[in-house]
């Protein structure tokens, strides 16, 4: 049986008042009931404070807001309200809308007939959605029809309010329209409205003809040049939103489009800090920067002259003034405070210049634009919370509910069911420490085939969902790819993901280039015969590649002719200017290419996989984006939202037989959406105790020494290799490590779909036996030498050993993930460290010590610490005062120490800086020990063994490198320095037993030790 939960979730028509929504419970999840009426709008918004009035004007005044004060977020500075004023807008409009007779609308008559030509003409392409026409609808009525009415002027009044609360002195409106709603559209609608009006009624100060339009970034500033009337591609002709007969109107419209970034004051003169300093001599500093007059002269000098100037602000939720707050108030740190105060930055400058272009010239209003006009972190108010002068919302779920947007399906869970959520829904949170922290330019070339596993199985497995996409595409006939984007947190993870997918050039040993293709061969910008393609197939865009254009090939142009000329005509026509359309730069070419991703004949179109950092959280619009993948933080559901935006807009905009549209979808991983997320605010957190934490003179007998060791020195055999496997050889693949096998990607209405990796399932575990024996065979290789091939036939018997009897792969992994290559490096050291330790009787390991700083000491400990968990130490047993703890085992630890016969001083390895350094694949790191103990072996006070004690409650992924590392490489590295005294390890993993388990390992120790002397005295007799 059907269900239309999932088969149908489509209610409405996107071009009629939407007359059912699906229900959902309190958590926002889903009854799979419909309800037969319209979506409410529900938001947090901060309530303006009223102005200051007499008590009876005050008292008169207070029913005009009817609020429901939001409970836990409200305090004495700023009051919030749960009860939307939207809905009382809307219901003012709606009413309005239902008057049958136009005469009665209360409008002009250009008014009427544009609201006539915008719901009743017959489009010959796709006619305005509801959405967007009840947006355009929301300003007409607050403009003509509400300062006429009771309700209308009490509506104006709290807009007022809240204006002169938020914004002062500026008349802002924001509409609220899901992204993929066609706010671009509704932006010509507002032009149009306006312009003709003006046009006709030239006295009139409720219309004008000057228009600024406010944009976050160049991007978005290129795809609004559909709204001047003299560009080809221009809406009010090629959308028909103006009757032909009005067009000529349109002619008078005077349009700047501009970035917030040109409202930055810039230098008139360009001076050197001593020039500088000379001219200023010893008077006041010398004034270089352009004035207010100035900077509004270069920004908008087409609208010079002009009063009463209309402002579109697009992506309006960059627009505000931050609200003071107290420092205590302060909860951002680290790198979300850093994104609050560019965040704050930016706004400021942007209301700054809307401020300054009011006092010069003056605004008529404000309309801002966005599918997300909340304020952000770090502005003052609670991040979240919607700006008070919103009056209109079409929300994703409404877009969802009529098929105006493609349906985004999340994962909701996967193959590993003790995560509590899926791994690839929150996938920066088990990758981020792994990735690169510093863009390309500070952090350098660094391995693309060293990405973290679970990356990988995440791209493998959107990867194989596109594949089929693909396919289905091109069987449908459809003539431009689906669109694969991949949004990174710096340029280096963006160039890194580019090279995995598409390949990438690397100079070998004798400076030859050498290609090596990409991974996922749709997406590959490199043939068969590793021949770059003259038109790629992924791009990389970041502000880097836009301005030097290096993401196209030499013989790009030569491939892509025929779309250059169209761009160059459209050059042309837009501009009149011939000569910039023949001196088009690298860059102009690459940031077509990026406009133009989806759009057949176009410099785009074949463009099939995007990787990018920040361009994809607004403003690119293609309508072929089917697959996303973030790979960064996302800290707030507005940047979720943002980011998932760019894969909403629909590819087919066809109705079927019921009048409704067919459902499209966008399959998303690594961006924790939701759906109905609501504000939170953190908890304050109570002031802890400080306590110094430093090793005592009077304790100075305790005091423990110890080697900084960075490294080892080992000899590796060249003839006859073989191998002595430990426990500690074995190498578990579960999915922690890689990922899930499947995950499950399901929107909150409508199909889910299974993604997964079981093609790994197939490759044959010859072809891994290879490629592990070919990465070690690298480590007897020398430098400028060729591999010494006559080891590979035993490397391979020893590896094909490891394979049968050490990799044990748990319920969805696969051999074939070691050939991912930080999981082979995993496995090709567990298999070195089995041969140097078969070899180290005839090859002795040697520590390396560091050379400026060879011996460590605990009377170097002192530091300062507020936390709670730590133990108070004996004073005739520690050297520092305080052991510092990291789980309630030491504690235990601790105390067993402290009693047991044999131990003459123990310490917590605390910022002391001992360290072992070991290989975790292929990147050295470091160990930090818990424990250091000094114990009476028999051999006297002047002789003490130093047992270096791990305490390890629960298994972490390097337990076994750890532990490997410290009993093949730096015990008998240490201990053949015969300069340290005598060294050994333990781990203890039982808190039950760890007490008769020290005391164990104690005796089992000191009989390896007498058992080693008397073998060294017997054989010294006998020589």
Request: glycine share 6%; aromatic share 8%.
């Amino acid at each position: 049986m059907s269900n239309p939960f999932f088969d149908h979730p489509i209610l409405n028509s996107p071009y009629a008042y939407p007359q059912r929504h699906w229900e959902l419970d309190n958590d926002g999840q889903p009854t799979q009931k419909v309800k037969e009426q319209r979506r409410p709008a529900s938001f947090v918004t901060p309530i303006p404070k009223p102005k200051l009035q007499g008590r009876k004007k005050a008292s008169a005044a207070a029913p005009m807001l009817d609020l429901v004060d939001a409970k836990g977020l409200s305090s004495t500075e700023q009051k919030y309200d749960t009860t939307s004023y939207i809905n009382e807008v809307r219901r003012e409009v709606d009413k309005w809308r239902s008057i049958p007779d136009p005469s009665k609308w209360g409008v002009t008559p250009v008014t009427q007939r544009l609201l006539q030509h915008w719901r009743t003409h017959e489009f010959t392409q796709q006619r305005p959605f509801f959405c967007q026409i009840e947006a355009v609808e929301t300003a007409i009525w607050l403009s003509e029809v509400a300062p006429n009415t009771t309700d209308g002027r009490r509506i104006l009044t709290y807009l007022a309010s809240a204006n002169e609360g938020a914004n002062p002195g500026l008349n802002r409106i924001a509409l609220k329209l899901a992204t993929g709603a066609g706010k671009t559209q509704v932006m010509a609608m507002l032009i149009a409205w306006q312009t003709i009006n003006s046009v006709r009624q030239p006295g009139s100060r409720k219309f004008t003809k000057g228009f600024l339009l406010v944009a976050p970034g160049l991007t978005i500033r290129d795809r609004l040049r559909v709204l001047l009337p003299n560009d080809p591609d221009n809406y009010y002709l090629k959308r028909e939103i103006v009757p032909a007969d009005l067009m000529q109107d349109m002619q008078q419209a005077r349009i700047v489009i501009t970035n917030y970034h040109a409202f930055r004051l810039r230098e008139k003169i360009e001076l050197a800090k001593v020039s500088r300093a000379f001219l200023q001599g010893r008077g006041e500093a010398v004034s270089t920067l352009e004035t207010e007059g100035q900077m509004i002269q270069r920004v908008m000098g087409d609208l010079m002259g002009l009063k009463n100037i209309l402002v579109l602000n697009d992506e309006a939720h960059h627009c505000y003034r931050e609200k003071p707050v107290p420092e205590t108030d302060e909860t951002l740190k680290g790198e979300e405070k850093k994104e609050a105060q560019e965040n704050n930055e930016a706004a400021r400058l942007w209301i700054s210049g809307l401020e300054a272009v009011n006092r010069q010239l003056g605004l008529q209003r404000i309309f801002d634009l966005s599918a997300t006009p909340f304020f952000l972190a770090g502005s003052g108010y609670i991040e979240g919370t919607l700006f008070p002068w919103t009056v209109s919302d079409f929300s994703l779920m409404d877009a969802i509910e009529c098929g105006i947007v493609k349906l985004p399906r999340v994962p909701v869970s996967d193959s590993i069911s003790s995560t509590e959520a899926p791994i690839f829904r929150e996938l920066w949170k088990h990758i981020g420490k792994d990735m690169p922290k510093k863009g390309a330019k500070a952090a350098g070339q660094l391995d693309p085939e060293r990405l973290p596993p679970k990356l990988l199985s995440a791209l493998e497995a959107l990867y194989r969902h596109y594949e089929q996409t693909h396919e289905q595409w091109t069987q449908a006939g459809i003539n431009i790819p689906p669109c694969f984007i991949v949004v990174c947190n710096n340029t280096s993870t963006s160039k890194l993901v580019y090279e995995y997918i598409s390949g990438y050039e690397r100079e070998n040993s004798d400076g030859h280039k050498v290609v090596k293709n990409g991974h996922l061969a749709l997406f590959r910008n490199y043939d068969d015969n590793n021949a770059r393609l003259a038109l790629p197939r992924t791009l990389l865009i970041d502000s880097q590649q836009l301005e030097s254009g290096e993401a196209l090939d030499a013989n790009f142009k030569e491939a892509a002719a025929t779309e250059i000329e169209v761009f160059r005509q459209a050059v042309r026509e837009r501009t009149g200017n011939a000569l910039a359309a023949d001196k088009l730069t690298d860059e102009d070419l690459l940031r077509e290419v990026m406009n133009t991703v989806g759009k057949d004949g176009h410099l785009g179109a074949g463009i099939r996989c995007v990787v990018s950092v920040s361009m994809l959280t607004e403003g690119w619009d293609a309508n072929n984006v089917t697959h996303v993948l973030g790979v960064r933080a996302f800290g707030t559901q507005l940047l979720c939202e943002q980011v998932i935006g760019r894969a909403l807009r629909r590819q087919s905009y066809t109705l079927n037989e019921e009048g409704l549209f067919n459902p499209e979808y966008a399959d998303v991983l690594g961006i924790p959406f939701d759906f109905t997320a609501k504000p939170v605010i953190a908890p304050p957190q109570q002031p802890r105790e400080t306590i110094h934490v430093r090793a005592v003179l009077e304790r100075e007998a305790l005091e423990i020494q110890f080697p900084r060791v960075e490294g080892y020195r080992v000899e590796l055999p060249q003839e006859r290799l073989k191998a002595a496997f430990t426990p500690e050889s074995k190498l578990v693949l579960n999915a922690d490590m890689v990922g899930p096998a499947i995950t499950q990607n399901s929107g909150i209405i409508g199909q889910a779909v299974n993604l997964d990796i079981k093609h790994l399932e197939n490759v044959r575990l010859t072809t891994v036996a290879y490629h592990l024996t070919q990465k070690l065979l690298e480590q007897w290789r020398e430098p400028n030498e060729p591999p010494p091939l006559h080891l590979f036939g035993q490397l391979k018997k020893i590896t094909e050993e490891w394979l049968a009897n050490y990799l044990h792969c748990q319920p969805g992994t696969f051999p074939a993930h070691l050939l991912y290559t930080i999981l082979a490096d995993e496995a090709s050291n567990r298999i070195m460290t089995a041969v140097t330790r078969y070899h180290t009787q005839d090859q002795p390991i040697r520590a390396i010590l560091d050379a400026y700083n060879p011996i460590g000491s605990t009377r170097f400990v002192n530091f300062t610490t507020s936390k709670t968990l730590r133990w108070q130490t004996a004073t005739d047993k520690c050297h520092v005062n305080w052991a510092i703890l990291d789980s309630t085992w030491e504690g235990k630890f601790c105390q067993i120490v402290e009693e047991h016969p044999r131990v003459h001083a123990y310490v917590k390895n605390q910022s002391m800086g001992f360290s072992v350094p070991y290989l975790s694949g292929n990147k050295v790191c470091q160990y930090i020990p818990d424990f250091i103990v000094r114990i009476n072996d028999g051999n006297g006070e002047h002789d003490l063994l130093n047992l270096i004690v791990e305490i390890k409650g629960q298994e972490d992924g390097n337990s076994d490198d750890k532990k490997a590392t410290m009993e093949t490489y730096w015990v008998p590295g240490v201990n053949n320095l015969q300069t340290f005294g005598r060294w050994d390890f333990v781990q203890l993993t039982d808190l039950y037993s760890m007490e008769d388990d020290f005391g164990q390992a104690t005796e089992t120790t000191i009989k390896r030790v007498l058992e080693q002397a008397i073998q060294e005295r017997v054989k010294g007799e006998r020589q």
